[in-house]
C-alpha cells in the first residue's frame, strides 16, 4: 500500500498579523498611485508645454479667405520658402508679402473654380518634380498657383483677346529734361538721324536699344510695353511723319539721376562721412535746386520738397554717417574725397547707378494701320493684364472675404521657426 502523504498543519494568521500585512498593502497601493501620479504630472507638464508652446500656435488660424484657413505652420513654410538661406531682417521685409500671396492665390485658386478651370494633383506632382531640387509636398499650392495662372492666361483669356487691332508704328526718344529734348527736336528737324541719337541718348530701354523703333503696336499693347501711357494717347492721336513737341512723363522711370551733395562731418577713425542730399530727375533741375541753394535757401526744407531719394527726403537729406560700402560709387567719389572742405555743395553729381521719375518723349508715327494682326507678343501683353485686372477684381469684390489675424509678434515668432528648423 502507498504510504499517505502527511498533510502540514496550516499556520494561523493572528488578527495582529492581518492588520499589519494589511498596512503594509496600503501603504504598496499608496506609493504605487504617487509614483503613478508623478509620471504622469511630469508628462503632463511636458505635454502641457509641447502643446502650448508647439502644436497649439502651429495650428492656430491665422489666414482666412472665405472658408478657406490656413495655420501657422503653413505660414512658417511658406516664409521659410521665400525666404530660403535669407537673414532675419530680409524675412521681416517679406513677412507681410508672404501674407498677401497666400491670400492672392487662395482667391485665384477660388476664383478660377467659378470659371470651370482648375487643376489635377497628378499636374500639381508633375509640377513639383520640375524644380531642381524638386519642391516638397509641402509646396503644392504654389505649384498649383503656377499652373492656374498659365491655364487661366493661355485658355480663358486667350479667348478674350482679339486677333486683329488698329496700331501704330511707332519711332521714340525720352529724355531727362524739356530742355535737352527741345535740343535733340532741333536735331532731328535739321536731318540727323532718329536712331542714332536714339541709340545715343534714350532713357528708356527699348528705344535705346533699337534705334528709337518700337514697332507696331496696339494702343494697350503700347502703353503695357512702355509702363506708361503718355506715348501711346499721342501716337494714337496722331498723323504719320510729325514730330512730336517734347511730351511730359512725370511717372516714367529712368536709370540715371543727379545729386546735390553737402559734406557735414568726417570721421577718421571709423572712414565715414556724414552727409545731406538731394536727388534730381534731371541735370537742369538740379542746376536750378542748386542756385536756390546758394542763394541761401534751407537745404533739408529743398530736398524734402524736391528730393527723389525716400530713404533721406523725409529727413531733410541727412543720410547719418555712412561708409563707402553704402553708398553708390558716383555718391562715395565726391564725399570721400579728402581734399573735400566741410560745409561744402557739389556740383550736379550724375549717378547712372538710381533710379528716378520723370522725362519728355520725342514722338514720331512711322505708320498707320486700321486692322493689323496683333504680334505673339502683344498678346502675351494683353493677356497677362486682363489677367491682373481680373485678380484685382477678386480683391475688390465685396463678397470675398480675407482676413489675416497676426500681429507683429506673431510673424517674428514666425520668422524665428522658420529660421531655426
Given at each position: 500500500m502507498a504510504k499517505k502523504k502527511e498533510l502540514k498543519p496550516q499556520r494561523e494568521v493572528t488578527k495582529r498579523q492581518l492588520s499589519k500585512w494589511q498596512r503594509q498593502q496600503k501603504r504598496q497601493r499608496i506609493i504605487m498611485a504617487a509614483g503613478i501620479f508623478v509620471v504622469v504630472a511630469v508628462i503632463g507638464v511636458v505635454g502641457s508645454g509641447w502643446y502650448i508652446n508647439d502644436y497649439q500656435p502651429l495650428h492656430q488660424t491665422v489666414i482666412r479667405v472665405n472658408d478657406a484657413k490656413f495655420s501657422m505652420d503653413y505660414y512658417i513654410k511658406m516664409l521659410k520658402h521665400y525666404g530660403e538661406g535669407q537673414p532675419f531682417q530680409y524675412m521681416e521685409y517679406i513677412a507681410d508679402d508672404v501674407v498677401t500671396l497666400t491670400e492672392r492665390n487662395e482667391l485665384l485658386r477660388q476664383g478660377a473654380m467659378k470659371l470651370g478651370i482648375s487643376v489635377s494633383n497628378s499636374e500639381v506632382d508633375e509640377k513639383l518634380k520640375e524644380g531642381d531640387p524638386p519642391l516638397s509636398k509641402d509646396y503644392r499650392d504654389i505649384a498649383r498657383t503656377d499652373l492656374l495662372v498659365d491655364k487661366l492666361r493661355d485658355e480663358y483669356f486667350e479667348q478674350e483677346i482679339p486677333v486683329s487691332a488698329e496700331q501704330r508704328h511707332t519711332m521714340a526718344i525720352f529724355l531727362e529734361s524739356e530742355s535737352q529734348a527741345a535740343g535733340v527736336r532741333t536735331r532731328l528737324e535739321a536731318g540727323e538721324g532718329f536712331a542714332g541719337l536714339a541709340g545715343e541718348l534714350s532713357l528708356e530701354s527699348i528705344s535705346n536699344s533699337n534705334g528709337g523703333d518700337l514697332g507696331w503696336h496696339s494702343q494697350d499693347a503700347l502703353a503695357i510695353l512702355l509702363d506708361t501711357s503718355v506715348l501711346a494717347d499721342y501716337a494714337f492721336n496722331s498723323e504719320v511723319d510729325i514730330l512730336s513737341p517734347p511730351l511730359y512723363d512725370e511717372a516714367k522711370t529712368k536709370w540715371v539721376g543727379y545729386w546735390l551733395v553737402e559734406l557735414l562731418e568726417r570721421d577718421e577713425e571709423t572712414e565715414q562721412v556724414h552727409?545731406?542730399?538731394?536727388?534730381?530727375?534731371?541735370?537742369?533741375?538740379?542746376?536750378?535746386?542748386?542756385?536756390?541753394?546758394?542763394?541761401?535757401?534751407?537745404?533739408?526744407?529743398?530736398?524734402?520738397?524736391?528730393?527723389?531719394?525716400?530713404?533721406?527726403?523725409?529727413?531733410?537729406?541727412?543720410?547719418?554717417?555712412?561708409?563707402?560700402?553704402?553708398?553708390?560709387?558716383?555718391?562715395?567719389?565726391?564725399?570721400?574725397?579728402?581734399?573735400?572742405?566741410?560745409?561744402?555743395?557739389?556740383?550736379?553729381?550724375?549717378?547712372?547707378?538710381?533710379?528716378?521719375?520723370?522725362?519728355?518723349?520725342?514722338?514720331?508715327?512711322?505708320?498707320?494701320?486700321?486692322?493689323?494682326?496683333?504680334?505673339?507678343?502683344?498678346?502675351?501683353?494683353?493677356?497677362?493684364?486682363?489677367?491682373?485686372?481680373?485678380?484685382?477684381?477678386?480683391?475688390?469684390?465685396?463678397?470675398?472675404?480675407?482676413?489675416?489675424?497676426?500681429?507683429?509678434?506673431?510673424?517674428?515668432?514666425?520668422?524665428?521657426?522658420?529660421?531655426?528648423?
Open positions: 552727409v545731406q542730399v538731394i536727388l534730381l530727375g534731371s541735370e537742369e533741375k538740379a542746376q536750378e535746386i542748386r542756385a536756390r541753394l546758394e542763394a541761401g535757401e534751407d537745404f533739408a526744407a529743398r530736398a524734402e520738397e524736391f528730393s527723389q531719394h525716400e530713404a533721406s527726403r523725409e529727413g531733410g537729406g541727412d543720410l547719418g554717417f555712412m561708409g563707402r560700402e553704402a553708398m553708390t560709387s558716383a555718391l562715395s567719389e565726391f564725399a570721400f574725397d579728402p581734399e573735400l572742405e566741410l560745409g561744402m555743395l557739389s556740383e550736379p553729381i550724375r549717378d547712372d547707378a538710381v533710379q528716378t521719375e520723370g522725362g519728355y518723349w520725342l514722338v514720331e508715327v512711322a505708320g498707320i494701320d486700321d486692322s493689323r494682326e496683333l504680334s505673339g507678343e502683344d498678346r502675351d501683353l494683353l493677356k497677362g493684364r486682363a489677367l491682373n485686372d481680373w485678380m484685382e477684381s477678386l480683391w475688390d469684390d465685396p463678397e470675398n472675404e480675407v482676413e489675416s489675424y497676426l500681429d507683429d509678434e506673431e510673424k517674428g515668432w514666425a520668422i524665428q521657426r522658420a529660421i531655426s528648423d
